[in-house]
């Protein structure tokens, strides 16, 4: 029998499938050519950027995280109850801080984290295991977006997949997209749930003070990606001629954040180039915020249903249990 200290020392498996230099070149060349221009949101988490993001969930203004981990804990039976048993897929797991209260309360056949950054997964997956000796887990460095499949494996033989998505992190995807990721998840997990976890529309003063902290954290964190691609690309970005911006969109109930260009300027990737004008945006990411009735028309459209909602004592932000109608 293995005892709890020897399971302590153990390190999460790692499988790493984190896309080449090569397939981000063509994507930083599709969003430079955009107009406006945007590049994938993912871009902005290796590991310095997923450090930054962890930092920003910290601070005063941005709220959801530590409003999201607390209804977790609150409804973490109510929750378990209504999914039943499997594996616990999380994707986009980052620090991998909120599912702890899934692990007690549903005690799955094992976990299986998803996330974009290598060392940052690793870390986390590491950190959770010591937390929850109990529970088997596996990270697969990816983007869940594009994953075709999750890979085979032994934790996942013959079991039950429950998905977890929380952080309102559909958010950063438009909603074409967004419907095209909840159908993409329902290939992943094979006919189990989803618990979905999303923000809604706020005030636009707070919307805008927590995606633009005072401490300059989000201003850091979008210009890491400029220090990124240049590491990553030999591109020839100054991160001191783009200032920061967020503003929330009322009619399209989103908050876009921008690094905006300061000066005219050329930008150079390999044998690439691209003027930017002064004042001309580079679009990092969006975060959509879903009123309920908007999650369920949007879960509806991409062939789930709506089962339950859980929510804060504010109405804040909601967890929503889905089912696959097919």
Not at 43 to 69: H, K, N, V, W
Not at 189 to 215: F, H, I, M, T
Request: net charge negative.
């Amino acid at each position: 029998m293995t005892t709890t200290s020897q399971q302590t020392d153990q390190k999460p498996e790692l499988i790493d499938l984190h896309p080449p230099a090569a397939d981000m070149e063509q994507l930083v060349r599709i969003g430079l050519n955009r107009c406006p221009r945007q590049l994938p949101a993912w871009f902005l988490y290796d590991e310095e950027g997923s450090r930054l993001f962890d930092r920003i969930c910290e601070q005063p203004e941005y709220s959801l995280t530590r409003t999201e981990i607390a209804l977790l804990k609150s409804c973490a039976a109510e929750i378990a109850a209504a999914i039943g048993e499997g594996v616990i897929v999380e994707f986009g797991a980052g620090s991998a801080q909120k599912v702890g209260p899934l692990l007690n309360a549903i005690h799955p056949a094992a976990y299986v984290a998803l996330d974009i950054s290598a060392e940052h997964l690793g870390k986390a997956t590491t950190a959770l295991q010591q937390r929850h000796p109990e529970v088997p887990m596996l990270g697969i460095c990816c983007d869940h977006s594009t994953l075709t499949a999750v890979p085979e494996h032994p934790l996942l033989r013959n079991q039950r997949r429950i998905g977890f998505f929380p952080g309102s992190s559909l958010g950063n995807f438009e909603q074409h997209d967004a419907v095209h990721l909840l159908r993409h998840f329902k290939q992943l997990l094979k006919g189990g749930p989803l618990l979905l976890g999303l923000d809604q529309p706020k005030s636009e003063v707070r919307l805008e003070a927590a995606y633009n902290d005072a401490a300059g954290i989000s201003a850091a964190f979008a210009r890491n990606l400029l220090h990124r691609l240049n590491a990553d690309l030999g591109a020839n970005f100054d991160p001191q001629c783009f200032q920061y911006q967020a503003r929330w969109q009322a009619d399209q109930q989103r908050v876009q954040m921008a690094l905006i260009s300061s000066c005219d300027q050329v930008i150079r990737i390999a044998d690439d180039r691209w003027t930017f004008r002064c004042d001309e945006p580079l679009i990092t990411e969006y975060s959509v915020k879903y009123s309920p009735e908007r999650a369920v028309a949007l879960a509806q459209l991409a062939g789930w249903r709506w089962v339950r909602r859980w929510h804060d004592p504010d109405d804040d932000l909601s967890l929503h249990l889905l089912e696959p109608t097919d």
